[in-house]
């Protein structure tokens, strides 16, 4: 199956189950456009902040170790609540052989703790490692912790959806979903961050940015 293919036809789905959503979603994403949201996450050129962070098991893990194999895709989610972050990692799960071979590894960094975290990583499966940003330290540092409106917190909580309980009271926070492609040296090698959350990044387009980096390292 192809991983592109494969996440538009997933996303597209998503976001047709969840139609009666799609005005309060628009305004949510047209305020943080105006606003400028996501213009200050580090780009392709730029280097990766060296940060740390708890994995789901609670070992303290670099930025730095886990370059320390080679290169890696560093994805942010809002977490396994999300259907549209639920089919990016399906995709991934997908796509992880291509993601191999071309020498790299792949990291996500959710909000969740505990179980919740290591919940998302299932969904990828036991090559992934998930990374817990508790309170959004690492993401708001990268410009990419954006408010959550009132009305769709109020809604998420009448439908029985508390972000305060899920990532331990930073719920009126969300990350903008990004993925990076860093290089062993940590130079960004391909960025996509969107603050419309529907709207993710394409494994095979990552994963060809990591293959030519390599291609031009060996030549």
Not at 73 to 85: A, D, I, K
Not at 114 to 136: F, M, N, S, T
Not at 197 to 215: G, K, L, M, N, Y
């Amino acid at each position: 199956m192809n991983p592109l293919r494969s996440l538009a036809a997933a996303l597209a789905d998503a976001r047709m189950s969840r139609g009666q959503w799609e005005p309060a979603y628009n305004a949510m994403v047209a305020d943080l456009r105006a606003s400028g949201a996501g213009e200050s996450v580090p780009g392709a050129g730029d280097r990766m902040l060296d940060f740390g962070l708890p994995d789901s098991e609670g070992r303290w893990t670099t930025l730095s170790e886990l370059l320390s194999t080679g290169p890696l895709v560093l994805s942010f989610q809002r977490g396994g609540w999300c259907p549209y972050c639920r089919a990016e990692m399906a995709a991934w799960r997908r796509a992880l052989p291509s993601l191999a071979a071309a020498g790299a590894s792949l990291a996500i960094v959710t909000p969740e703790t505990g179980g919740r975290a290591a919940a998302l990583g299932e969904q990828v499966g036991p090559d992934c490692r998930i990374l817990c940003d508790v309170d959004h330290g690492v993401a708001m540092t990268l410009g990419l912790t954006v408010p959550l409106p009132f009305e769709i917190s109020s809604r998420y909580r009448a439908g029985g959806l508390d972000l305060d309980r899920l990532t331990g009271g930073a719920g009126s926070f969300v990350p903008i979903p990004a993925t990076f492609a860093i290089a062993a040296d940590g130079r960004i090698l391909f960025q996509h961050a969107d603050p419309d959350f529907r709207i993710r990044a394409e494994p095979d387009d990552v994963v060809a940015a990591i293959a030519a980096e390599a291609s031009i390292s060996r030549s």
